[in-house]
């Protein structure tokens, strides 16, 4: 099964290559939105190996800090959640050690993957495993969550069942053995701030119902696809699909390529399928591709 911590090889001079994987939310459900402004949760997440960024990290001599650059020169600066993750690593811990940083973009933005919360979390890990005095997990896992709801999860190996605003943590046994599972990256993106302020308005902050969210015209795929006691499903996915219908149509397109079970991840804009049979899920990536989609067999 994918690892979720990100994996880490040493080059020359000490230079570290980390490749920080990308996420889906196999089962998203909000719950309610809490008096802090952020929304209580019940997600299971899966870790994939790819698409992933990667960060490049390179010490340096003479006094500390971070020099950060990035593939998508939109994304340099102090804003970025690395740099805000080395800042708030230091004021923890006073350890703030001189490091040249390039992060290569491959995860894309605005598509519910978790590429920056994943970014985040490589360089707490790169940063712990080098401090003379490293936090003990749980600390780490908490001055994750500080920095975003994903990170502690990226913290940590093996799927996980996240409660609260996706902190809380346990291992989840997932068997998708006899899966072949497709990633699909569109081109349109969803500012996850939107996605939760909409999703309140429409729901008045009730907890909906299972089913006043599923939103394909396919009577297979109103029926909730369990693979771990689960279902597949993604709270967000009727306000996203009503904003966005071509997302709607791609889920659909999902399933009359064979898929068993899709769903959206994190607020979107990516999705997945999963298929039972490995032909059919390569024939539907060669589909969506043909299409002009970025689709792509990443399980198993």
């Known amino acids: 099964m994918t690892q979720t911590a990100s994996t880490a090889s040493t080059g020359p001079a000490g230079e570290t290559r980390l490749a920080a994987p990308c996420k889906i939310n196999l089962h998203l459900r909000i719950l309610r939105r809490r008096p802090d402004g952020y929304h209580d949760l019940e997600t299971l997440f899966l870790a994939l190996p790819e698409p992933a960024d990667e960060l490049v990290i390179r010490p340096r001599p003479g006094d500390g800090g971070l020099t950060l650059a990035c593939s998508d020169p939109a994304l340099d600066g102090p804003d970025n959640l690395v740099a805000r993750a080395y800042r708030t690593y230091g004021e923890k811990t006073g350890f703030f050690p001189a490091l040249d940083v390039f992060l290569d973009k491959r995860i894309p933005a605005g598509s519910g993957l978790g590429g920056a919360s994943s970014d985040a979390a490589g360089i707490l890990a790169y940063l712990n495993g080098h401090a003379p005095h490293p936090l003990p997990p749980r600390e780490l896992s908490a001055l994750g969550a500080g920095l975003g709801a994903d990170v502690p999860f990226f913290l940590q190996d093996g799927p996980a069942l996240a409660l609260g605003i996706g902190e809380k943590l346990s ?117 969506l591709v043909r299409q002009g989609v970025d689709g792509r067999l990443v399980l198993p």
């Open 171 to 287: 291992p989840f046994p997932l068997d998708l053995s006899g899966f072949a599972l497709v990633l699909v990256c569109p081109r349109q993106r969803v500012n996850t701030a939107w996605a939760y302020r909409t999703y309140d308005e429409q729901s008045g902050n009730d907890v909906p119902a299972l089913e006043s969210h599923l939103t394909s015209a396919f009577h297979r795929n109103i029926r909730p696809f369990c693979v771990t006691g689960l279902p597949l499903f993604n709270s967000f996915e009727g306000v996203v699909f009503a904003a966005l219908p071509d997302l709607r149509r791609l889920k659909e397109t999902l399933f009359s390529l064979g898929a068993s079970g899709a769903a959206l991840s994190g607020s979107g804009s990516a999705m997945f399928g999963l298929f039972r049979n490995r032909e059919m899920a390569r024939q539907a990536v060669a589909e």
